[in-house]
C-alpha cells in the first residue's frame, strides 16, 4: 500500500520541486486566498489567540498580524 502511494505522490512532488520560485509563489498566494478567504481555516482561533496574547494593540494591527506570512505559514503548516 505504501508502495503504491509512493507511486502516485512521488511524480507530483518532482514536478512540483522543479516549477520556478516564481510560480510557487503564485501557487501560495492561491492557496492562501483558498485557504483563509473562502475555507475560513482557523480564522477564529487565530482572532482568539491575538486578543489574548496582544490585548494592546488596535483591531486594525490585529488584523494587519492575522494576514502577515509568517501566521499563515503558522497555521497552514
Known amino acids: 500500500m505504501q508502495f503504491i502511494a509512493f507511486i502516485l505522490i512521488y511524480p507530483l512532488l518532482w514536478m512540483i520541486s522543479m516549477l520556478p520560485f516564481r510560480v510557487l509563489y503564485l ?15 482557523r480564522k477564529k482561533t487565530v482572532r482568539k489567540n491575538l486578543l489574548i496574547a496582544l ?7 490585529r488584523l494587519e498580524i492575522e494576514k ?8 497552514c503548516f
Open 27 to 41: 501557487l501560495s498566494d492561491f492557496f492562501f486566498v483558498i485557504m483563509y478567504h473562502v475555507a475560513g481555516y
Open 55 to 61: 490585548p494592546h494593540l488596535t483591531a486594525k494591527e
Open 68 to 75: 502577515s506570512p509568517i501566521i499563515i505559514c503558522v497555521i
